[in-house]
Structure formats: structure tokens, C-alpha cells
């Protein structure tokens, strides 16, 4: 799972600004995405290593971008994930979420994560917000994951849906107590160049949010939508490395016509799989161009922070 933009305070999700639509904008790049993947060469499935270089599952293999395996019919997953904000206009801000997950696959078409949350807040001088340094339980949440399209003979390119409703208690920018509901969706597509040693991978995100302050009686809505593609290298049988590329608008509300910021972030990122039931999967990136409503400078440093950082570690039981 990812930490969502550390967005906004509640207060003022309300504040709108006309601007073009992002669905116009951003689907012909998903959809360039998948037309890369069409030409590739074909994908070739198998249940036993070729050679040293095995199937590998995609599942995590870029980063914040997720690809669309969901794994075997059967198996069951313990993981603990780690994501961190860096950074934000004036002053010190960090903000480091602590996920415990169960995953489980019933069947070969779906499987799902259960997840308990945790964030660590610690807040200087920075504009608009508090200070604070605190460490909390924040919220649950439960995230099923559908195979469309699995890549294999035939198939080139995986395409896979997930959903991701949760609950939290605690704004995720100011750290004050609230009450927090969101419904992250991910339209995910990916496919081999070359069979089992180079991936490519495209995301489309939605992400609306209500949330409404301890003792207040309006909810505030906000969303998020992105636009990721990432590419994956082994370079040992074991390890592989990569970069990403992230493009996010955050708005007011859950249309699109009410934008609040946009941010566009480069990075690299690496997984590494010990044995067929252990992995690592790590990546770190930097706001390289964005823009707040109504702030000077070429970063949103408002709605998002200036880095980003996430660490899984897994273990198939």
C-alpha cells in the first residue's frame, strides 16, 4: 500500500479554483502506456525457473507503482510496509506511516490485504500547521485486488483493478484527531520486454477523501488522481533495480474542476527476493517540478511533500 498525499489540512479542502480537466489530460498517458506494452515482446508464462532467471511476480516490483499480480491461488502473506513524507513549505515536517498487513489469495482472480495503520507525526514551524511530534494508531483499512487480464501466452500485457476503502483517526497533514474516510482505486497495467528479466508498468489513480475534524459538523472532500509508469531491471537473479515516474493533482473536491495543486516526482527503486518466500521491496523519490494554488515556486510543497519514501518486507507462509 502507499501513503496517500499528505495533502491539505481539513480546513481547507473547501477551496476551489477552476482548472482543465484531468481525466482529458491524463488518460491518453495511461493509455500510451499500454500501447508500449502492446508492441513488447510477448511474455512468456512459466511454473519453473528458466535458468537462473525464474518467474518473478510483479506484484511489487515498482515501487509505488504496483503491478498486477495478486499471487497464487492459496497463498498468504505477512508484511510490514513502511512510507514516509518528507518535507513541506517553511519550517520541518515529517510524516511516517507503519503499515501491519495480512494478505490472502483465495482464488487465482482476486486476493485482498488487511491492514492496520500506524503514523508517526513530527511538525515544526511550518505555515499553517501546529507544531507536533506524536505517535499513534491511525486507521484500518482493507484493499481487494482483481485480475482482469494475466499476462501469458497470448497475453502480453496484465491489467488488474484494486480497491482500497479506509478508515482513519487522524488527519494526515495536521495530525489532529478526526474522522477520515477514503477510497483509493488503481487501474493497473503491466508486461515483460524481456521475458523474466525487464518489466514496464502504468497506474491510474483515484483517490477521494472525506474528513471532518474533532467537534466539527461539516465534512470536507477532497481527491487525489495520479498517473504512474515505472521500469524494472534484474540485474542478478535476485535483485532488481528500477525508476519510477509519479504525476498526482490534488482538488477540493471529487471532481475535477477544483485543483489545488500538482506534483510530479522521479525516483529509483529496487526489490530484492531472498528465497520464493522472503522479499524486500524498496523506493525513495523527489518532487521535481509542481505547483499550489496561489504559492510562488515551481513545487507544491502545500498538498504534497518534497520527498518520498517506502520500504516492504514480506514473508509467504
Known amino acids: 500500500m502507499r501513503l496517500r498525499k499528505v495533502g491539505r489540512p481539513i480546513h481547507s479542502f473547501l477551496e476551489i479554483k477552476p482548472s482543465m480537466s484531468a481525466t482529458k489530460r491524463f488518460v491518453p498517458f495511461f493509455l500510451a502506456g499500454l500501447s508500449v506494452a502492446a508492441v513488447a515482446p510477448r511474455a512468456v508464462a512459466q511454473d519453473i525457473w528458466t535458468g537462473r532467471y525464474y518467474e518473478l511476480e510483479t506484484k511489487y516490483l515498482f515501487g509505488f507503482t504496483d503491478g498486477t499480480d495478486i499471487g497464487a491461488e492459496g497463498e498468504k502473506e505477512f508484511e510490514t510496509e513502511t512510507t514516509a513524507g518528507l518535507g513541506m513549505h517553511g519550517g520541518s515536517y515529517r ?15 482476486w486476493g485482498y490485504e488487511a491492514s492496520a495503520h500506524f503514523l508517526s507525526q513530527r511538525i515544526d514551524n511550518v505555515p499553517g500547521l501546529d507544531n507536533l511530534n506524536q505517535t499513534a494508531f491511525s486507521g484500518l483499512s482493507w484493499k481487494p485486488k482483481f485480475l482482469i487480464i494475466g499476462r501469458g501466452p497470448g497475453n502480453p500485457v496484465g491489467l488488474s483493478i484494486s480497491v482500497q476503502p479506509e478508515w482513519g483517526r487522524i488527519d494526515g497533514t495536521s495530525g489532529v484527531n478526526a474522522s477520515v474516510f477514503s477510497m483509493e482505486t488503481v487501474l ?6 524481456i521475458p523474466n528479466m525487464l518489466y514496464a508498468a502504468t497506474n491510474l489513480i483515484y483517490a477521494p477523501e472525506v474528513a471532518r475534524g474533532s467537534g466539527d459538523q461539516n465534512w470536507g472532500r477532497s481527491s487525489e488522481f495520479g498517473a504512474t509508469a515505472a521500469m524494472a531491471y ?28 500538482s506534483a510530479f516526482y522521479l525516483g529509483p527503486t529496487l526489490h530484492i527476493q531472498f528465497t520464493p518466500k522472503i522479499f524486500l521491496a524498496a523506493a525513495w523519490s523527489a518532487q521535481v517540478a509542481g505547483h499550489a494554488q496561489g504559492q510562488l515556486g515551481n513545487l507544491d510543497l502545500t498538498d504534497f511533500t518534497r520527498q518520498r519514501a517506502n520500504l516492504k518486507l514480506g514473508f509467504e507462509f
Open 95 to 109: 510524516a511516517i506511516e507503519q503499515e501491519l498487513e495480512f494478505e490472502n489469495v483465495p482464488s487465482q482472480y
Open 188 to 193: 493497473a497495467a503491466d508486461t515483460e520486454l
Open 234 to 261: 534484474r540485474v542478478t537473479p535476485k535483485a532488481t533495480l528500477g525508476g519510477e515516474a509519479e504525476y498526482y493533482r490534488a482538488y477540493g473536491g471529487f471532481g475535477f474542476n477544483a485543483l489545488d495543486g
